[in-house]
């Protein structure tokens, strides 16, 4: 799967990596660089939202609180253009959209510890064993979606698939460091997705998460274990 990645604001779209300097280089504003974006800032903290879809979330918060900072990750296409295009419209000057794999934009891109909430909402649940590792929610990969949370940071999370919900609240719950909240009903403030929307009106059920980290970032122990075990090898024929 491709890594090359596009990064859209209010004033338009354009590679985030590049061979043209002149096309992608300095980084639109206000994309968290490393190191700039300390606990201590004064500057509003950011808000991330893995896998916008058509931007109902995103949108909405961005247009009620000017003040804040929202960054999308999408790795569709079709909806990061989408979005792109009604960020410009709305001339919503505190968004950043980027188009990519999440796994690779939290460990390879993204700043360390910027963000005071995390919201993942309806991520594909990957149910064959072999596409396990491009799940977000794992043993091996949870340190990812942890690390972009500044200390006391929020993450967010819901699933009308239940037993790959079931997982992630188990995984979740057997981290030494997180808090897990389960919420009974609809958040506060509505549907946040079209498709919890359509849902509710269903009446399909959906797990809601809510996560506090305590804490230094790190990984879970589970998956630790798997980094320290090595593999089983098979015996070589003699015959």
């Not at 890594?3 to 300095?26: H, I, K, N, S």
């Not at 079709?78 to 000057?93: G, I, M, N, S, T």
């Amino acid at each position: 799967m491709s890594r090359v990645t596009r990064v859209a604001t209010a004033e338009g779209l354009r590679p985030l990596f590049g061979g043209d300097p002149a096309a992608t280089a300095p980084l639109p504003e206000p994309f968290p660089r490393p190191g700039e974006l300390p606990v201590s800032s004064a500057l509003p903290a950011w808000e991330v939202e893995i896998g916008f879809g058509k931007g109902r979330y995103l949108l909405r918060r961005a247009a009620l609180e000017p003040a804040g900072r929202f960054l999308g990750i999408e790795i569709a296409g079709e909806y990061f253009r989408l979005v792109a295009r009604r960020v410009a419209r709305r001339r919503l000057a505190n968004v950043v959209l980027l188009e990519g794999e999440a796994q690779y934009l939290a460990g390879a891109v993204l700043p360390k510890g910027f963000a005071r909430a995390v919201h993942i909402y309806f991520p594909d649940p990957w149910p064959k064993l072999r596409h396990h590792r491009r799940r977000l929610f794992a043993p091996d990969s949870l340190d990812l979606v942890q690390g972009l949370l500044a200390p006391g940071g929020n993450l967010y999370f819901a699933t009308d698939f239940l037993a790959y919900g079931e997982e992630v609240r188990e995984l979740l719950v057997s981290h030494p460091g997180a808090r897990v909240t389960v919420h009974d009903g609809p958040w506060p403030d509505g549907a946040r997705t079209n498709y919890e929307a359509k849902y509710i009106v269903e009446g399909r059920p959906i797990l809601r998460l809510e996560v506090a980290f305590a804490g230094a970032v790190a990984p879970h122990p589970r998956g630790l274990l798997d980094l320290l075990v090595a593999p089983t090898l098979r015996p070589v024929s003699q015959s």
